[in-house]
C-alpha cells in the first residue's frame, strides 16, 4: 500500500547550535548532538556512501570510499571502528583498493556465523556503468580481509544499502542497474534488483529487475514478515530537482524472489539515497531527504502499522546545501545510529538516538 502521512509535517528544528565539529539540535525534552566520525582532518578529500555493521566484540565497523574525488581513479574502500565504551573512533584504513581503479558504495553484511561481508563496485572505465561488482570478508570480526567471489561479473551493477539477513539465513544483496553513461543522468531504463543467497555465499539467485517511470537505483530493503518485504528506491532522471520526483517503492510476497513493479510515493527525492530497516520493535524506519529539489532536509519517517503510513517524522538536520547517503544502524541494546555525508562529501557524520525520541510529539 502507498504510504501515506497521518498528520502534518513536523516543524524545521528550533534551534542550531555549532560547537567545533558538533550540531547540537534542541528539540523539546530531547536533545540530538551531530558528531564526525571523519572529517577534513583525515587523508583524502572526498569521503562517502557510508555503510555500518556492529561487530561481534560490541564495536561498530563503519566503511566509506574515498579519494580525490567520485570519478579519480585513486579511490579506496577504507574502514574505522568505533569503540562503544570511550565514543571514539579508529583511524581509518584501506581495507580495499584496486590499483588505477575506482572503488565505490560498499555494503556491509555481517552473517549469523559471524563473518562480515563487503560488497562494493569496482568501476573499470569512465562511469559507473562499467563497474562490476567485487567482496570482500573477515572471519575474524574486521580485523583482516581476503577476497572473495561476488555474485556476478555482469557490468553496470552497483551497490549501496546494506544487505539483510532473511528468516532462512539467506542474504538478501539490494543492487541497482543503471547503463547510462551520463554522469549527470540516471537512465530511466536504470532499476533495482536483488540477488539472494544461503549463508555461504556461493549460489545465488538474481531477482528480475524493479521498473518505474523515471527509473530507479540503490533500492533500500526490510523484511515486513518472512514473506513480506518492502523495498524504497531513489527515484532516476538528473539532479535539477524536479516537482514530481518521489521515492519508488515496490514490494515482495515470496521472500525476496519476486518484486511488484515500482510505484511512487508521497516521500520527495531529489534522487538521493534513502535507507529503509526494520527495528528490533518491528517498526519500521525510512531516512531521506525531505526534498524535491535538495539533499536537505535529512528527515526520519516511523510506520508503527506496518508500512500503511509514517506518521511519526523528524527533521534531523539542515542548513548545508547538502546532507544525503543516510545509514541507519540498529545496535543489539536498541540504540539507532544515523550516519550520512556532509560537508561538500568531506565529512561523514552521525547521531544517536532511540525509538521513543522518535514517538515522542513534539
Known amino acids: 500500500m502507498k504510504p501515506r502521512s497521518t498528520t502534518a509535517r513536523v516543524i524545521l528544528l528550533l534551534t542550531l547550535m555549532l560547537i567545533g565539529n558538533s550540531a547540537i539540535l534542541l528539540w ?8 564526525d566520525v571523519v572529517g577534513p582532518e583525515v587523508p583524502g578529500t572526498y569521503k562517502h556512501a557510508s555503510s555500518a555493521c556492529e561487530l561481534a566484540s560490541g564495536e561498530i565497523l563503519l566503511v566509506y570510499y574515498s579519494g580525490s ?20 573512533w579508529s583511524r581509518p584504513r584501506v581495507i580495499a583498493d584496486a590499483a588505477g581503479k575506482a572503488e565505490g558504495n560498499p ?14 563496485p569496482v ?17 575474524d570480526d574486521g580485523q583482516t580481509w581476503h577476497d572473495a567471489d561476488p555474485p556476478s561479473d555482469q557490468p553496470g551493477l552497483m551497490t549501496r544499502s546494506k544487505p539483510i539477513s532473511l528468516s532462512d539465513g539467506s542474504c538478501l544483496l539490494p543492487l541497482d542497474f543503471n ?24 549460489d545465488w539467485e538474481k531477482t528480475d529487475i524493479i ?12 523484511a515486513i514478515t518472512d514473506q513480506h518485504l518492502v523495498t524504497y528506491c531513489r527515484r532516476g532522471g538528473d539532479y535539477f530537482g524536479r516537482p514530481d520526483g518521489f521515492v519508488v517503492r515496490s514490494e515482495s510476497l515470496d521472500g525476496g524472489r519476486t518484486w511488484s513493479p515500482g510505484t511512487e510515493t508521497e516521500f520527495p527525492n531529489p534522487n538521493s539515497p534513502v535507507d529503509f530497516v526494520r527495528l528490533q520493535s518491528g517498526n519500521l524506519l525510512l531516512a531521506y531527504n525531505n526534498s524535491s529539489f535538495n539533499r536537505t532536509l535529512l528527515t526520519l519517517a516511523l510506520s508503527t502499522d506496518r508500512d500503511q503510513s509514517y506518521p511519526h517524522r523528524r527533521d534531523i538536520v539542515s542548513g548545508e546545501k547538502s546532507y544525503s547517503y543516510p545509514c541507519i544502524l540498529q545496535t543489539e541494546d536498541g540504540t539507532i545510529f544515523l550516519f550520512f555525508t556532509a560537508g ?7 547521531t544517536v538516538l532511540s525509538e521513543e525520541d522518535l514517538l515522542s510529539e513534539r
Open 344 to 350: 561538500a562529501r568531506s565529512h561523514i557524520k552521525y
Open 107 to 120: 555494503a556491509l553484511w555481517r552473517s549469523s556465523t559471524g563473518d562480515v561481508w563487503m560488497f562494493y
Open 123 to 139: 568501476r573499470q572505465g569512465d562511469t559507473w556503468s562499467t563497474a562490476t561488482l567485487a567482496a570482500q570478508v573477515s572471519t
Open 69 to 88: 574525488g567520485e570519478y579519480g581513479n585513486d579511490t579506496a574502500i577504507y574502514g574505522t571502528q568505533m569503540n562503544r565504551s570511550s565514543g571514539k
Open 179 to 202: 547503463p547510462s553513461t551520463d554522469t549527470e543522468f540516471v537512465s530511466e531504463e536504470s532499476g533495482s534488483l536483488f540477488f539472494r543467497s544461503d549463508e555461504t555465499l556461493q
Open 28 to 35: 523539546p525534552g530531547n536533545k540530538i548532538v551531530i558528531r
Open 211 to 222: 521498473h518505474s517511470r523515471l527509473g530507479n537505483h540503490q533500492p533500500a530493503v526490510a
